[in-house]
């Protein structure tokens, strides 16, 4: 559903578990996505990119997919601990352009013990 | 080193009031951005300065918003006659180079939270 005021999309795992967030994008231009987590009262933090000629690209427990059919991004979280409870969002910067746009609220991850 | 930092963390303004909001990048970027993030909402774009060049304003969402960077480094976001509506986390953020077909990350700060009464 659409996200309101404080109503993030949300998703709960147990800690151990996999965690995947999704993210649409509606630009077929970008050139260059990258996922960032936010955790409460902080700056969102650079969590992993990838550049529209891939597909995965995996860095430590995380990995993110690219489907440029269907305009779709996600990240995979392996084995989520407690400090990854935060709310994750993704970017991506068009051809041509040095600026970033977000999509939406981002998801609010909480991590179940 | 150092991170980029942003004054103050708090802000509580009376309606009508003008704001400076700072931020000091990451020493020898090139880039900077500032970003609007409302209560549970993404990031707003509003103005990126690279370098020399003329900064891209078009986030900018009335003429009561301004923004300078000084010596290339530190910035200051001004917000005239604030607004209610004007109430939001300002985030800003730093990368290397910023220029177009050159994909290099931003590291944010830790934003300034700005409450109009």
């Known amino acids: 559903g659409e996200s309101v005021g404080l109503h993030l999309p949300t998703l709960s795992v147990q800690e151990g578990d996999n965690s995947i967030i999704n993210c649409a994008y509606s630009n077929s231009a970008s050139d260059y996505f990258i996922w960032y987590k936010q955790e409460s009262g902080k700056g969102p933090q650079f969590i992993i990119d990838?550049?529209?000629?891939?597909d995965k690209r995996q860095g430590q427990r995380v990995t993110v997919l690219l489907n440029k059919t269907v305009k779709h991004l996600s990240l995979q979280i392996a084995a989520t601990q407690p400090g990854d409870s935060a709310v994750y969002f993704c970017?991506?910067?068009?051809?041509?352009?040095?600026?970033?746009?977000?999509f939406g609220s981002g998801t609010q991850l909480t991590v179940l013990p | 080193g150092a991170g980029v930092s942003q004054s103050p963390s708090n802000k509580v303004t009376e309606k009508g009031k003008d704001v400076e909001l700072r931020c000091d990048p990451i020493s020898g970027h090139t880039a900077l951005y500032w970003y609007r993030q409302s209560l549970g909402q993404g990031l707003e774009f509003l103005i990126y300065?690279?370098?020399?060049?003329?900064?891209?304003k078009s986030g900018l969402p009335s003429d009561r918003f301004s923004a300078e960077r000084t010596g290339g480094s530190v910035s200051t976001l001004t917000i005239q006659r604030t607004q209610q509506e004007d109430s939001a986390v300002y985030l800003c953020?730093?990368?290397?180079?910023?220029?177009?077909?050159?994909?290099?990350?931003?590291?944010f700060g830790p934003g300034t939270r700005l409450t109009v009464l």
């Open positions: 970017a991506e910067i068009p051809k041509g352009s040095a600026r970033q746009l977000t």
């Open positions: 990838i550049r529209s000629n891939m």
């Open positions: 300065f690279q370098g020399n060049s003329a900064p891209d």
């Open positions: 953020a730093s990368s290397l180079l910023g220029l177009a077909g050159i994909a290099d990350t931003q590291y």
